[in-house]
Nanobody, 127 residues
Framework: QVHLVESGGGLVQVGDSLRLSCAAS????????VGWFRQAPGKEREFVAA????????RYDDSVKDRFTISRDNAKKTVSLAMNTLKPEDTAYYYC????????????????????WGQGTQVTVSS
């Protein structure tokens, strides 16, 4: 069992920055990857970024590439999402999720591959 808790959301202005954190507890072995997803009202949950735990290999959605950075702290078992130059379209509930697939060989953007999910944190970008 893995328990994920997100923090760091809030209300910001266009162009501002925010840093989200995802703290993991429970499982002793590392996940294959940890991802961030977001869901805006009336929309599907969509992939934002993910990081493979073993080598910190990352993958980003094109909409956030060059603005968002995902990183991990092994010792603290946390994954952060640094978000810069925020836009109104970044407004959503942000979730972190853990991919625990055995034998996985690629960083997935598919939410179906992520087994454990946090409760989410709201990010609102006001214009």
């Amino acid at each position: 069992q893995v328990h994920l808790v997100e923090s760091g959301g809030g209300l910001v202005q266009v162009g501002d920055s925010l840093r989200l954190s995802c703290a993991a507890s429970g499982r002793t072995s590392s996940p294959y990857a940890v991802g961030w997803f977001r869901q805006a009202p009336g929309k599907e949950r969509e992939f934002v970024a993910a990081l493979r735990w073993s080598d910190a290999n990352t993958r980003y959605d094109d909409s956030v590439k060059d603005r968002f950075t995902i990183s991990r702290d092994n010792a603290k078992k946390t994954v952060s999402l640094a978000m810069n130059t925020l836009k109104p379209e970044d407004t959503a509930y942000y979730y972190c999720a853990a991919d625990i697939r055995r034998g996985a060989w690629y960083v997935s953007t598919d939410k179906a591959d992520y087994y454990y999910w946090g409760q989410g944190t709201q990010v609102t970008v006001s214009s």
